[in-house]
């Protein structure tokens, strides 16, 4: 891992809509990785490897950070800022802070009133962004004409650090870390033999709406999308893993599950961590991800997408964390799975996630609980295999009782779930309280039975999970 680099990305500004400065080194990067390297209008810089090969798979992380804008500028020479993306206004008052310009940094604070003179109110006071003002030393409102430009925008400076444990802290980690895992997964890519059309892009403007892989998917075509990106750890104070998940740095990448996550590229990206053995966590994102994937699986026709995560810890401050061990991990499982694609992959979900499949059940017995009646022998002991869709059907011999117990067994090693009766006669408050799989279970019948040879319909539906 070429931590350089890293330091490099993180330290260099790229507040979402001024990206070119990163998009230099990534494309510097790129030179020695790829086939071939565009940058599009939108600025997203974009690394070819086999660029006729199938599937066309496209890897993206944004470049962008989050950061701030000159607003106004006030006779007196404080500059007031607006937010680019989404930052925590309360994290502001005490910092540095760099306002690039045309012609090079200039440093200013964000200063506050002493704790001396706080009103009770002062300190319960909400913090909003807009009344926050730049100190940049200047005197009066002509000191920074022709310096300072309304939009120019402003980040906190670099403050790359290593910490214990294979730890980083740095601003800008969302998701200059997700930046570096792509250009050292094209780094490792290098030597390898690819049958995947691969698309590595450094994409622009996420954190205000997702707008460079937009654009960026849509001119690619890609059939696979996956982004790279950070997410939140929860292996800190204060945060809390019933509501988060569990997630910690340094136990792998994370992968997810949910309706932003190809239920095929789901498993093949975990049956690949499993092969090589890396670690990985998984986390349930029960809403469309924040992330590329978003914007990717919704591309023309649809996109098979997922997300790669690298955990992070205070995520859109000045000092997130991430592990070097984690980044490593990521870049192996997207390296093996790259190297892995090849051909026409079918990413259709045909196996639904709740899979019904082929059943076997065998009878034991058919009971009738009160009265006359028997069963047709030709059922006890059979094997019945119920097809996907259609009913088991055997059948009794006329009879006055009011319910049968059927015992049975089912001979599959999956976890029956879901049992069900559609006998017609069947009152449905009884089918709704057989959903679970219970053996022997009491058929009811209807009140009123007429006599006559009678053909039972029991519908069992197996569920195997995952
Ligand atoms: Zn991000």
Not at 24 to 35: Q, S, T
Not at 152 to 160: K, L, Q
Not at 242 to 267: C, D, M, Q, Y
Not at 378 to 403: D, E, L, M, P, W
Request: with cysteine; proline share 6%; hydrophobic share 35%.
């Amino acid at each position: 891992m070429d931590l350089d680099f890293l330091e490099k990305l993180v330290s260099t500004p790229s507040p979402s809509g001024f990206e070119q400065p990163v998009q230099e080194l990534v494309r510097n990067r790129f030179k020695n990785f790829a086939d071939e390297i565009k940058t599009d209008v939108h600025g997203n810089v974009i690394g070819i490897r086999n660029p006729e090969g199938e599937p066309r798979i496209m890897i993206a992380a944004h470049c962008d950070e989050i950061g701030f804008m000159v607003k106004h500028i006030t006779d007196e020479g404080y500059i007031y800022f607006g937010q680019i993306g989404g930052v925590d206004a309360s994290l502001l008052p005490g910092h540095h802070v760099e306002i690039h310009t045309a012609n090079g940094i200039i440093s200013g604070v964000i200063g506050k009133k002493p704790i001396h003179f706080m009103e009770e109110e002062d300190k319960r006071k909400k913090h909003e962004i807009h009344t926050f003002a730049i100190d940049t030393g200047a005197r009066k409102k002509k000191d920074l004409d022709g310096v300072v430009s309304i939009g120019d925008p402003i980040t906190f400076p670099p403050g790359f650090r290593v910490l214990k444990n294979s730890l980083l802290a740095s601003r800008s980690f969302d998701d200059k870390a997700g930046v570096f895992v792509l250009t050292e997964m094209m780094r490792k890519l290098i030597k390898r033999k690819l049958r995947a059309g691969v698309f590595a892009v450094s994409t622009v403007q996420e954190e205000v709406g997702l707008r460079g892989a937009r654009t960026s998917a849509y001119a690619i075509k890609p059939e696979v999308g996956i982004a790279i990106d950070v997410d939140f750890s929860s292996d800190y104070p204060g945060i809390d893993k019933k509501r988060v998940g569990e997630e910690s740095l340094g136990k792998g990448p994370v992968l997810h599950r949910g309706a932003n996550i190809n239920p095929v590229l789901e498993k093949l990206l975990i049956k690949t961590a499993k092969e090589k053995n890396i670690p990985y966590q998984l986390s349930g994102s029960p809403r469309i991800t924040g992330t590329d994937a978003n914007v990717m699986q919704i591309t023309r026709a649809g996109v098979a997408t997922a997300v790669v995560s690298i955990p992070t810890r205070y995520m859109h401050t000045p000092i997130e964390v991430v592990s070097i061990r984690d980044m490593e991990n990521a870049v192996k499982l997207l390296v093996s799975f790259v190297t892995s694609l090849s051909g026409k992959v079918n990413f259709t979900p045909q196996e639904i996630r709740y899979q019904h499949f082929n059943l076997k059940l065998r009878i034991h017995s058919f009971q009738p609980e009160n009265g006359p009646g028997k069963m047709d022998s030709s059922s006890i002991g059979k094997i019945i295999t119920r097809h996907r869709g259609y009913n088991n059907v055997f059948q009794t011999q006329s009879s006055n009782c009011h319910a049968y117990t059927l015992s049975f067994s089912i001979i599959h090693r999956f976890r029956p779930s879901v049992l069900n009766s559609t006998e017609p006669a069947v009152p449905r408050a009884y089918t709704a309280e057989n959903h679970k799989c219970r053996s022997p279970f009491t058929i009811a019948r209807s009140p009123v039975w007429t006599a006559g040879t009678f053909t039972y319909c029991v519908q069992i539906e197996l569920i195997k999970y995952g």
